[in-house]
């Protein structure tokens, strides 16, 4: 049975940073395009950012240059560090194995604000 297990969620400030994980149980996570979607209250959700089998990155024009999408396979975790977080950036943030969104976490809450 596959699972992803997303963490590190929480209240920040404005420009403060956060890192999520999302470690995964029943696949090979370097075999997926993992990604990091995130659903804003009151709005749909969005790709945040992808990584390929073979490391090429995507970001959406909102993240690029603050967020950074990484893995760790020997872990088997997929990693999303986050700068210079904005309220805009308040969401749950879902992590998702490949790339028809064939298997997807549960989320974690991050909340930007003052």
């Known amino acids: 049975q596959v699972q992803l297990v997303e963490s590190g969620g929480g209240l920040v400030q404005p420009g403060e940073s956060l890192t999520l994980s999302c470690a995964a149980s029943?696949?090979?996570?370097?075999?997926?395009?993992a990604a990091w979607h995130r659903q804003a209250p009151g709005k749909q959700r969005e790709l945040v950012t992808r990584?390929?089998?073979?490391?090429?990155?995507y970001y959406a024009d909102s993240v690029k240059g603050r967020f950074t999408i990484s893995r760790d396979n020997a872990k088997n975790t997929v990693y999303l560090q986050m700068n210079s977080l904005e309220p805009e950036d308040t969401a749950v943030y879902y992590c998702?194995?490949?790339?028809?969104?064939?298997?997807w976490g549960k989320g974690t809450l991050v909340t930007v604000s003052s």
């Open positions: 998702v194995a490949g790339l028809g969104g064939n298997y």
């Open positions: 029943g696949l090979i996570f370097s075999s997926y395009a």
């Open positions: 990584i390929f089998p073979d490391s090429t990155t």
